[in-house]
Protein backbone atom coordinates (compact mmCIF):
# COMPACT_ATOMS: atom_id res chain seq x y z
CA UNK A 1 0.00 0.00 0.00
CA UNK A 2 1.29 3.74 -0.89
CA UNK A 3 1.28 6.22 2.13
CA UNK A 4 0.86 9.63 0.80
CA UNK A 5 2.10 12.43 2.24
CA UNK A 6 0.76 15.71 1.17
CA UNK A 7 1.45 16.90 -2.33
CA UNK A 8 2.46 13.65 -4.82
CA UNK A 9 5.41 11.94 -2.78
CA UNK A 10 4.65 8.54 -1.48
CA UNK A 11 6.46 5.50 -0.20
CA UNK A 12 6.29 2.11 -2.11
CA UNK A 13 7.94 0.26 0.97
CA UNK A 14 6.10 -0.43 4.41
CA UNK A 15 8.06 1.82 7.15
CA UNK A 16 8.84 0.82 10.63
CA UNK A 17 7.44 3.57 13.60
CA UNK A 18 10.17 5.55 13.46
CA UNK A 19 11.25 6.04 10.16
CA UNK A 20 7.22 7.09 9.60
CA UNK A 21 7.48 10.19 12.12
CA UNK A 22 10.83 10.74 10.38
CA UNK A 23 9.22 11.31 7.54
CA UNK A 24 6.89 13.94 8.55
CA UNK A 25 9.29 15.62 10.61
CA UNK A 26 9.07 14.35 14.16
CA UNK A 27 11.45 11.53 16.21
CA UNK A 28 10.57 9.71 18.89
CA UNK A 29 12.38 10.36 22.31
CA UNK A 30 12.50 7.53 24.97
CA UNK A 31 9.53 5.84 23.05
CA UNK A 32 7.87 8.70 24.68
CA UNK A 33 6.02 11.21 23.18
CA UNK A 34 6.59 13.18 19.67
CA UNK A 35 10.02 15.86 19.58
CA UNK A 36 10.14 17.83 16.27
CA UNK A 37 12.91 17.50 14.38
CA UNK A 38 14.91 21.32 13.96
CA UNK A 39 14.88 21.94 9.67
CA UNK A 40 18.31 23.22 8.31
CA UNK A 41 17.62 27.36 8.22
CA UNK A 42 17.23 28.19 4.76
CA UNK A 43 19.30 30.67 2.65
CA UNK A 44 18.11 33.46 0.62
CA UNK A 45 19.41 34.49 -2.92
CA UNK A 46 21.60 37.07 -1.75
CA UNK A 47 23.04 35.24 1.16
CA UNK A 48 23.90 31.99 -1.17
CA UNK A 49 25.85 34.75 -3.74
CA UNK A 50 27.71 36.08 -0.23
CA UNK A 51 28.64 33.01 0.77
CA UNK A 52 29.74 32.50 -2.97
CA UNK A 53 32.34 35.37 -2.57
CA UNK A 54 33.31 34.53 1.08
CA UNK A 55 34.67 30.75 -1.13
CA UNK A 56 36.38 32.51 -3.45
CA UNK A 57 38.47 34.64 -1.06
CA UNK A 58 39.35 31.79 0.51
CA UNK A 59 42.59 32.20 -0.91
CA UNK A 60 43.31 35.65 -0.42
CA UNK A 61 43.68 38.10 2.66
CA UNK A 62 42.60 37.06 5.39
CA UNK A 63 41.33 40.41 6.51
CA UNK A 64 39.18 40.68 3.23
CA UNK A 65 37.70 37.29 3.98
CA UNK A 66 36.73 38.32 7.74
CA UNK A 67 34.80 41.61 6.49
CA UNK A 68 32.78 39.39 3.52
CA UNK A 69 32.02 36.87 6.10
CA UNK A 70 30.65 39.94 9.19
CA UNK A 71 28.76 41.56 6.01
CA UNK A 72 27.13 38.05 5.41
CA UNK A 73 26.22 37.10 8.83
CA UNK A 74 24.75 40.85 8.92
CA UNK A 75 22.97 40.95 6.12
CA UNK A 76 20.97 37.00 7.25
CA UNK A 77 20.57 38.02 10.62
CA UNK A 78 19.26 41.70 9.48
CA UNK A 79 21.48 42.91 12.07
CA UNK A 80 23.05 46.69 12.66
CA UNK A 81 26.07 45.54 12.92
CA UNK A 82 28.13 42.62 12.99
CA UNK A 83 31.53 41.38 13.69
CA UNK A 84 34.08 37.79 12.83
CA UNK A 85 36.79 37.76 15.49
CA UNK A 86 39.25 34.57 14.42
CA UNK A 87 43.16 34.16 15.03
CA UNK A 88 43.44 37.92 17.09
CA UNK A 89 42.32 39.55 13.61
CA UNK A 90 38.56 40.98 13.19
CA UNK A 91 36.02 41.25 9.95
CA UNK A 92 33.66 44.24 10.73
CA UNK A 93 30.25 45.17 9.05
CA UNK A 94 27.70 47.80 9.62
CA UNK A 95 27.44 49.38 13.17
CA UNK A 96 30.96 48.68 15.87
CA UNK A 97 29.08 45.52 17.88
CA UNK A 98 29.96 47.22 21.42
CA UNK A 99 27.22 44.87 23.40
CA UNK A 100 26.69 41.52 21.44
CA UNK A 101 23.18 40.89 21.44
CA UNK A 102 23.75 37.32 19.92
CA UNK A 103 26.95 34.98 19.84
CA UNK A 104 28.54 32.34 18.63
CA UNK A 105 31.63 30.24 18.55
CA UNK A 106 34.05 29.59 15.67
CA UNK A 107 35.86 26.14 15.79
CA UNK A 108 38.35 24.10 14.42
CA UNK A 109 37.58 20.28 15.43
CA UNK A 110 37.35 20.54 19.01
CA UNK A 111 39.34 23.78 19.72
CA UNK A 112 37.54 27.22 19.75
CA UNK A 113 39.47 30.00 17.92
CA UNK A 114 36.82 32.81 17.27
CA UNK A 115 33.62 34.02 17.17
CA UNK A 116 30.30 35.66 15.76
CA UNK A 117 29.21 38.86 17.69
CA UNK A 118 25.93 40.27 16.30
CA UNK A 119 23.86 43.76 17.57
CA UNK A 120 20.98 44.82 17.55
CA UNK A 121 18.37 43.67 14.99
CA UNK A 122 17.10 46.23 12.55
CA UNK A 123 13.56 44.92 12.76
CA UNK A 124 13.64 44.17 16.57
CA UNK A 125 14.86 41.10 19.22
CA UNK A 126 15.97 37.85 16.91
CA UNK A 127 13.64 34.41 16.87
CA UNK A 128 14.90 31.24 17.59
CA UNK A 129 15.06 30.40 13.96
CA UNK A 130 17.38 33.60 14.05
CA UNK A 131 19.34 31.98 16.62
CA UNK A 132 19.48 28.31 15.08
CA UNK A 133 20.98 30.25 11.14
CA UNK A 134 23.62 32.28 13.79
CA UNK A 135 24.84 28.51 14.81
CA UNK A 136 24.50 27.16 11.05
CA UNK A 137 26.60 29.91 9.74
CA UNK A 138 29.38 29.60 13.05
CA UNK A 139 30.08 26.17 11.46
CA UNK A 140 30.15 26.71 7.95
CA UNK A 141 32.52 29.71 9.09
CA UNK A 142 34.59 28.11 11.05
CA UNK A 143 35.29 25.12 8.30
CA UNK A 144 36.34 28.43 5.62
CA UNK A 145 38.45 29.83 7.56
CA UNK A 146 40.30 26.68 8.92
CA UNK A 147 40.72 25.94 5.08
CA UNK A 148 42.28 29.67 4.81
CA UNK A 149 44.41 29.29 7.56
CA UNK A 150 45.55 25.60 5.82
CA UNK A 151 46.09 27.73 2.19
CA UNK A 152 48.02 30.23 3.87
CA UNK A 153 50.39 28.07 5.47
CA UNK A 154 50.86 25.60 1.88
CA UNK A 155 51.27 28.83 0.33
CA UNK A 156 54.25 29.92 2.54
CA UNK A 157 55.77 26.37 2.71
CA UNK A 158 55.93 26.09 -1.10
CA UNK A 159 57.35 29.86 -1.19
CA UNK A 160 60.57 28.92 1.56
CA UNK A 161 63.05 27.24 1.21
CA UNK A 162 63.38 24.63 3.75
CA UNK A 163 67.08 24.91 4.74
CA UNK A 164 67.77 28.59 5.16
CA UNK A 165 64.53 29.83 6.00
CA UNK A 166 64.48 32.11 3.11
CA UNK A 167 62.01 32.56 0.30
CA UNK A 168 62.71 30.64 -2.39
CA UNK A 169 63.02 30.65 -6.28
CA UNK A 170 58.97 30.60 -6.80
CA UNK A 171 58.53 33.07 -4.71
CA UNK A 172 61.33 35.82 -6.31
CA UNK A 173 59.56 35.36 -9.63
CA UNK A 174 56.44 36.61 -8.56
CA UNK A 175 57.54 39.29 -6.14
CA UNK A 176 60.37 40.86 -8.56
CA UNK A 177 57.62 40.75 -11.43
CA UNK A 178 55.49 42.67 -8.99
CA UNK A 179 58.15 44.46 -8.20
CA UNK A 180 59.05 45.93 -11.78
CA UNK A 181 55.70 46.51 -12.41
CA UNK A 182 55.60 49.01 -9.53
CA UNK A 183 59.09 50.65 -10.77
CA UNK A 184 57.09 51.27 -13.96
CA UNK A 185 54.61 52.96 -12.56
CA UNK A 186 56.26 54.81 -10.12
CA UNK A 187 59.82 55.80 -11.84
CA UNK A 188 62.02 54.31 -9.20
CA UNK A 189 65.32 52.30 -9.76
CA UNK A 190 65.71 48.30 -8.55
CA UNK A 191 69.13 46.96 -8.25
CA UNK A 192 69.46 43.01 -8.61
CA UNK A 193 72.31 40.64 -7.02
CA UNK A 194 73.12 37.54 -7.78
CA UNK A 195 75.86 35.92 -6.00
CA UNK A 196 77.13 32.58 -4.43
CA UNK A 197 80.05 30.85 -1.87
CA UNK A 198 83.12 30.79 -3.44
CA UNK A 199 84.62 26.94 -3.05
CA UNK A 200 81.47 25.49 -1.35
CA UNK A 201 81.84 22.57 -2.59
CA UNK A 202 84.96 22.25 -0.92
CA UNK A 203 83.22 22.69 2.53
CA UNK A 204 80.77 20.11 2.31
CA UNK A 205 84.03 17.81 1.59
CA UNK A 206 85.90 18.82 4.37
CA UNK A 207 83.68 19.82 7.09
CA UNK A 208 80.48 17.32 5.58
CA UNK A 209 77.07 18.24 4.88
CA UNK A 210 75.75 19.90 8.60
CA UNK A 211 78.82 22.49 7.83
CA UNK A 212 77.34 23.09 4.52
CA UNK A 213 73.35 23.37 6.03
CA UNK A 214 75.08 25.53 8.83
CA UNK A 215 76.73 27.74 5.59
CA UNK A 216 73.70 28.45 3.69
CA UNK A 217 72.04 29.49 6.95
CA UNK A 218 74.18 31.77 7.86
CA UNK A 219 74.66 33.32 5.04
CA UNK A 220 71.01 33.80 4.39
CA UNK A 221 70.21 35.04 7.95
CA UNK A 222 73.52 37.56 7.96
CA UNK A 223 72.36 39.27 4.62
CA UNK A 224 68.91 39.52 5.85
CA UNK A 225 70.00 41.69 9.03
CA UNK A 226 72.42 43.60 6.45
CA UNK A 227 69.49 44.78 4.03
CA UNK A 228 66.63 47.13 4.70
CA UNK A 229 63.06 45.62 5.34
CA UNK A 230 61.79 46.24 1.70
CA UNK A 231 64.68 44.58 0.13
CA UNK A 232 64.08 41.17 -1.24
CA UNK A 233 66.52 38.27 0.52
CA UNK A 234 66.35 34.92 -1.62
CA UNK A 235 67.92 31.41 -1.55
CA UNK A 236 67.94 30.65 -5.40
CA UNK A 237 69.29 27.37 -5.25
CA UNK A 238 72.27 25.43 -4.38
CA UNK A 239 74.63 27.99 -2.73
CA UNK A 240 73.31 30.75 -4.72
CA UNK A 241 71.41 33.45 -3.33
CA UNK A 242 69.17 36.49 -5.23
CA UNK A 243 68.93 39.87 -3.69
CA UNK A 244 66.60 42.69 -5.02
CA UNK A 245 67.08 46.04 -3.56
CA UNK A 246 64.39 48.50 -4.48
CA UNK A 247 62.70 51.95 -3.24
CA UNK A 248 59.76 51.47 -1.36
CA UNK A 249 59.22 55.62 -1.15
CA UNK A 250 58.98 55.51 -4.44
CA UNK A 251 61.74 57.62 -6.75
CA UNK A 252 64.92 58.85 -6.36
CA UNK A 253 66.50 62.10 -6.37
CA UNK A 254 68.56 63.13 -10.07
CA UNK A 255 72.14 61.93 -10.18
CA UNK A 256 71.85 59.52 -7.33
CA UNK A 257 73.19 55.40 -8.22
CA UNK A 258 71.49 53.30 -6.93
CA UNK A 259 73.81 50.51 -6.89
CA UNK A 260 75.91 52.45 -4.49
CA UNK A 261 73.41 51.47 -1.96
CA UNK A 262 73.62 47.38 -2.73
CA UNK A 263 77.42 47.80 -2.39
CA UNK A 264 77.30 49.72 0.91
CA UNK A 265 75.21 46.69 2.23
CA UNK A 266 77.61 43.94 0.66
CA UNK A 267 80.31 45.38 2.39
CA UNK A 268 78.38 45.74 5.85
CA UNK A 269 77.78 42.15 5.12
CA UNK A 270 80.81 40.32 4.56
CA UNK A 271 82.29 41.79 7.35
CA UNK A 272 79.59 40.17 9.46
CA UNK A 273 80.70 37.03 7.58
CA UNK A 274 84.32 37.35 7.98
CA UNK A 275 84.13 37.68 11.78
CA UNK A 276 81.54 34.87 12.04
CA UNK A 277 82.34 31.92 13.18
CA UNK A 278 80.91 28.56 12.20
CA UNK A 279 80.36 25.91 14.83
CA UNK A 280 80.91 22.64 12.90
CA UNK A 281 84.05 23.57 11.50
CA UNK A 282 85.67 23.12 14.67
CA UNK A 283 87.09 25.51 17.35
CA UNK A 284 90.57 26.39 15.56
CA UNK A 285 88.52 28.43 12.10
CA UNK A 286 92.36 30.17 11.33
CA UNK A 287 94.29 26.97 10.33
CA UNK A 288 93.53 27.05 6.10
CA UNK A 289 96.53 24.86 5.79
CA UNK A 290 94.34 22.09 4.08
CA UNK A 291 94.81 23.17 0.31
CA UNK A 292 92.08 24.82 -1.39
CA UNK A 293 89.85 24.50 1.81
CA UNK A 294 89.89 28.02 3.18
CA UNK A 295 87.73 28.70 6.66
CA UNK A 296 86.73 31.96 5.81
CA UNK A 297 83.94 32.40 3.91
CA UNK A 298 83.76 34.68 0.71
CA UNK A 299 81.31 35.37 -1.82
CA UNK A 300 81.38 36.22 -5.69
CA UNK A 301 78.33 38.33 -7.09
CA UNK A 302 77.34 40.12 -9.78
CA UNK A 303 74.98 43.49 -9.56
CA UNK A 304 72.13 44.38 -12.17
CA UNK A 305 70.65 47.23 -12.69
CA UNK A 306 66.69 48.42 -13.45
CA UNK A 307 66.23 49.19 -16.20
CA UNK A 308 69.14 50.08 -17.59
CA UNK A 309 70.51 46.47 -17.99
CA UNK A 310 67.00 44.68 -18.30
CA UNK A 311 63.07 45.61 -17.82
CA UNK A 312 62.12 41.95 -16.98
CA UNK A 313 63.23 39.60 -13.83
CA UNK A 314 64.68 37.22 -16.35
CA UNK A 315 66.74 39.75 -18.41
CA UNK A 316 68.07 40.85 -14.87
CA UNK A 317 68.58 37.66 -13.97
CA UNK A 318 70.56 37.09 -16.95
CA UNK A 319 73.09 40.13 -16.68
CA UNK A 320 73.76 39.48 -13.01
CA UNK A 321 74.44 35.75 -13.74
CA UNK A 322 77.20 37.34 -16.03
CA UNK A 323 78.47 39.76 -14.19
CA UNK A 324 78.97 37.13 -11.74
CA UNK A 325 80.50 34.41 -14.00
CA UNK A 326 83.25 37.64 -14.68
CA UNK A 327 83.64 37.72 -11.00
CA UNK A 328 84.56 34.23 -10.51
CA UNK A 329 86.59 34.21 -13.42
CA UNK A 330 88.58 37.17 -12.12
CA UNK A 331 89.45 35.37 -8.88
CA UNK A 332 86.10 35.38 -6.71
CA UNK A 333 86.00 37.02 -3.32
CA UNK A 334 84.93 40.19 -5.60
CA UNK A 335 81.53 41.66 -6.76
CA UNK A 336 81.12 43.32 -10.45
CA UNK A 337 78.37 45.41 -11.75
CA UNK A 338 77.26 44.22 -15.98
CA UNK A 339 79.18 45.75 -18.35
CA UNK A 340 82.21 47.16 -16.27
CA UNK A 341 83.77 44.81 -13.70
CA UNK A 342 84.23 46.72 -10.04
CA UNK A 343 85.10 44.80 -6.79
CA UNK A 344 83.28 45.34 -4.37
Known sequence: AAVAFGADDYLLEPLDRDELYAAVGYRVADRVGLIPVPSSPT??????????????????PPKKLLDQLAELIRMALGARGAAVVASGATGESGDAVRKPVLTAALRGGDKVFGQLLIGEGLQGAYTFADAQKLNHYATIFGE??????????WRRAAMTDECSGLPNRRYLRDRLEGIL?????ERFQVTLLLFDV????????RFGHDAGDEIIRTVGQLFRKSCREQDVVVRYGGDEFCVVFWDAAGPREAGSKHVDEALVVLDRFRGALKSHRFDSMGPDQSNEAEANTPTTITISGGLAAFPWDGTTPEALLSQADKALLAAKRAGKNRVFTVGEPQGA
Open 181 to 185: RQAVA
Open 43 to 60: ASMEELAGLGRAVSSVNG
Open 144 to 153: LLMLSSRQRE
Open 198 to 205: DDFKAYND
